[in-house]
T-cell receptor, first 114, second 110 residues
Framework: DTGVSQDPRHKITKRGQNVTFRCDPISEHNRLYWYRQTLGQGPEFLTYFQNEAQLEKSRLLSDRFSAERPKGSFSTLEIQRTEQGDSAMYLC????????????FGQGTRLTVV | RKEVEQDPGPFNVPEGATVAFNCTYSNSASQSFFWYRQDCRKEPKLLMSVYSSGNEDGRFTAQLNRASQYISLLIRDSKLSDSATYLCVVNSRNTGKLIFGQGTTLQVKP
């Protein structure tokens, strides 16, 4: 399968714990995006990378969230000291650089904080 | 004001109906426009890009109005399988950042 893959698919964690999610983009894609989605809402932008450079991070994101893409390939999203409000679907997408280039999504990681 | 705004619906239409969705965006420097489709509990998938001259793909027609900063999606001869959430997507300013609207839910009934 050469699509975007995310791991794990589901994560249940206790409040206060740290969690880390991984995203493997389509191999030739140099852009990688992270989004968060809750029920009834569209995907909310968190951050994106072009190769290994993090170009933008949402101002809505607290300092508990951090993302890396160390070699310009896979990316990790870490949430420290999780809160119940962090429960959501975390979606990763990748694309080539350019106007009107399609972003392909992974199946997401569903986080539940109890 | 949100960067991308859509009417969440739901739009309930009978099979065979024509239905149209609009989406407004706030940044006049945006260059890339898309409609994505999202089925329940699935990831979003590209339905179609939206070009300045408008474009059509089978029963689906997308239009862009830069002066008024809105894009539209028209679905003709609705099928039961068209039931989904339709997400309007715009790049922010002249960057690669993609901003999604809230989504418009369509339910096609027999």
């Amino acid at each position: 399968d050469t699509g975007v893959s995310q791991d794990p698919r589901h994560k249940i964690t206790k409040r206060g714990q740290n969690v880390t999610f991984r995203c493997d983009p389509i191999s030739e894609h140099n852009r990688l995006y992270w989004y968060r989605q809750t029920l009834g809402q569209g995907p909310e932008f968190l951050t994106y990378f072009q190769n290994e450079a993090q170009l933008e991070k949402s101002r809505l994101l607290s300092d508990r969230f951090s993302a890396e893409r160390p070699k310009g390939s896979f990316s990790t999203l870490e949430i420290q000291r999780t809160e119940q409000g962090d429960s959501a679907m975390y979606l990763c997408a990748s694309s080539l650089v350019g106007v009107n280039t399609e972003a392909f999504f992974g199946q997401g990681t569903r986080l539940t904080v109890v | 004001r949100k960067e991308v705004e859509q009417d969440p619906g739901p739009f309930n239409v009978p099979e065979g109906a024509t239905v149209a969705f609009n989406c407004t965006y706030s940044n006049s420097a945006s260059q890339s426009f898309f409609w994505y489709r999202q089925d329940c509990r699935k990831e979003p998938k590209l339905l179609m890009s939206v070009y300045s001259s408008g474009n059509e793909d089978g029963r689906f027609t997308a239009q862009l109005n830069r002066a008024s900063q809105y894009i539209s999606l028209l679905i003709r001869d609705s099928k039961l399988s068209d039931s989904a959430t339709y997400l309007c997507v715009v790049n922010s300013r002249n960057t690669g950042k993609l901003i999604f609207g809230q989504g418009t839910t369509l339910q096609v009934k027999p």
